[in-house]
């Protein structure tokens, strides 16, 4: 058996530089987090088993002055800051520089517009709705943003007024371009003059992962995805990864790893295996999941 670990897969940028924030701060004292520092259980107790206490918005209007919250990558909407200035709260903030960077934009399109009384703005997210980054990026405009899913949504849109269209930036590239053809094809059905602004802010370093991991399955002759269960990132992966390899199985945990192997038909010892994962996957478990499947192997 060869086993290899995909050298693309693992922490993006913006969560690596969260997680290595929260360690720094946990050795100063004691540091809360606004949500789940990272959409993986294991590394959430991981850096919980070194004191990082999970909040939620309800606990944040409940600490006490000068406690420390740390805000993930994600991102987060003005009125998260305004509460923690109102309590007296230290806010260590680790929102991604790359989310940053949209907020500001969606921030200075919405304050250009939002005085046009004849014409209000109209900003649109390509997104998840509820998604925490999503939840940040609405509230750069009092949450008068309009999130589509989906090109069925688009009903939700007034095309006798202008689009400024964003996008969520772990979404799919193709998916974005696919919107925007939509709408275009929606303005020219309707014989709008509407101006349309599509702004292309998807994270490159996390689109291109697609098909470096294409490429890593259909070599492999079979493929151990590893990702959190609440992390929509690991489900879009994985399904780029079931397409390119239909022996491809999704792991959360190394504890699942006897069970899922066991509906493929298939001698071990035979096989390249490869292990890959999501922007949210640390490495250290995918080395966890590779090293139980050697000792599987050779017990």
């Not at 006897?258 to 295996?273: A, G, I, P, Y």
Request: contains cysteine; hydrophobic residues 35%.
């Amino acid at each position: 058996m060869i086993c290899t670990i995909d050298s693309n897969s693992g922490f993006c940028f913006g969560v690596t530089r969260a997680i290595r924030t929260a360690e720094e701060e946990l050795r100063k004292g004691a540091l809360c987090c606004l949500g789940d520092i990272v959409h993986n259980g294991q590394e959430v107790a991981r850096l919980e088993g070194l004191g990082l206490q999970t909040i939620d918005n309800d606990d944040l209007r409940s600490l006490p002055p000068h406690s420390r919250v740390l805000l993930r990558a994600h991102g987060e909407p003005p009125s998260t800051y305004w509460i923690a200035e109102q309590r007296g709260i230290e806010v260590i903030d680790a929102t991604c520089p790359v989310v940053k960077k949209l907020q500001d934009r969606i921030r200075a399109c919405y304050d250009l517009h939002k005085n046009d009384e004849a014409v209000p703005p109209q900003i649109v997210i390509y997104g998840k709705r509820g998604h925490a980054e999503v939840i940040g990026l609405q509230g750069q405009t009092n949450n008068t943003a309009i999130v589509i899913e989906h090109e069925e949504e688009l009903d939700q849109l007034d095309f006798s007024r202008a689009i400024y269209l964003f996008s969520q930036t772990t979404k799919s590239v193709e998916g974005f371009q696919s919107l925007v053809k939509a709408i275009k094809s929606q303005i020219s059905n309707l014989k709008s003059q509407i101006a349309l602004e599509a702004h292309d802010t998807i994270c490159r370093s996390v689109a291109n992962r697609v098909a470096q991991l294409q490429a890593f399955a259909k070599a492999q002759d079979l493929v151990i995805f590893v990702g959190g269960g609440k992390s929509s990132n690991a489900k879009v992966l994985y399904n780029h990864c079931l397409e390119a390899n239909p022996k491809t199985i999704f792991v959360s945990s190394p504890d699942e790893l006897e069970e899922k192997l066991s509906t493929f038909n298939f001698q071990l010892s035979t096989l390249k295996v490869g292990i890959c994962g999501a922007t949210s996957t640390p490495l250290w478990l995918m080395e966890k999941v590779r090293d139980l499947l050697t000792d599987f192997y050779q017990s």
